[in-house]
């Protein structure tokens, strides 16, 4: 058995996506362990799951610090603490530094709701309605210093349909993100998906 790569997932809100990472992991088959559960806000309902699930968490609020450089410095040093090797963020609602997301080019992820590069930033299902769409999806990629840019690891695709709201339309991409966001790991924790800048 080839050793597991130790994963670090990053959230500020309800954590969904890491929950499908956590079970996706607790697959003896899986190739990455998830070893903490960082975030921002300490209200973050996420945190429960994970500690529930036995996973060591750690928080820290951004605004507890002077700028964006020593935030990022403080989640480093956990990551460090952690051993992680790979970060998912799921979630998280922090830009990075450029000094930090250089630091774990090749080896951060992250999933957006839709189809990149249409749709960056904020409200991106209604950005897709309101540009009429008639498909959307999900983006697993890899993160550099750019928002929602950087290279895909894997897109799934969801109809627009008729009458759909942002809320209907989120709904429908959020139960391919779940399948999406664990086989983008495992892609990436066997070597089977590797950076290309």
């Given amino acids: 058995m080839t050793t597991k790569k130790r994963v670090a997932i ?8 890491m929950t ?16 903490g559960v960082f975030s921002n806000r300490a209200d973050a309902p ?7 699930a036995g996973i060591p968490t750690a928080v ?13 410095a403080e989640i480093q040093s956990i990551l460090d603490g952690w051993g992680a090797e790979i970060v998912c963020l799921a979630g998280f609602m922090r830009i990075f530094s450029t000094g930090f997301a250089q630091h774990w080019t090749s080896r951060m992820l992250n999933i957006h709701p839709s189809l990149l590069p249409l ?14 769409a008639t498909e959307s999806g999900c983006t697993v990629h890899w993160v550099i210093p750019e928002l929602d840019d ?13 009458g759909d709201t942002a809320e209907a339309l989120a709904a429908r991409i959020l139960i391919e993100e779940h399948k999406a966001y664990p086989e983008a790991l495992r892609l990436v924790a066997t070597g089977a998906a590797i950076f290309h800048a």
């Fill in 10 to 17: 990053l959230i500020s809100g309800r954590g969904s996506n």
């Fill in 20 to 35: 499908a990472l956590v079970e996706a992991a607790r697959d003896l088959s899986y190739p990455a362990e998830i070893v």
């Fill in 46 to 52: 996420g945190l429960q799951y994970a500690w529930l």
């Fill in 60 to 72: 820290r609020s951004h605004k507890d610090f002077a700028s964006r450089e020593v935030f990022d």
């Fill in 119 to 132: 749709y960056r930033g904020l409200k991106p299902q209604q950005q897709a309605l309101d540009a009429g």
């Fill in 150 to 162: 950087g290279p895909t690891i894997i897109q799934r695709r969801v109809p627009v349909l008729a």
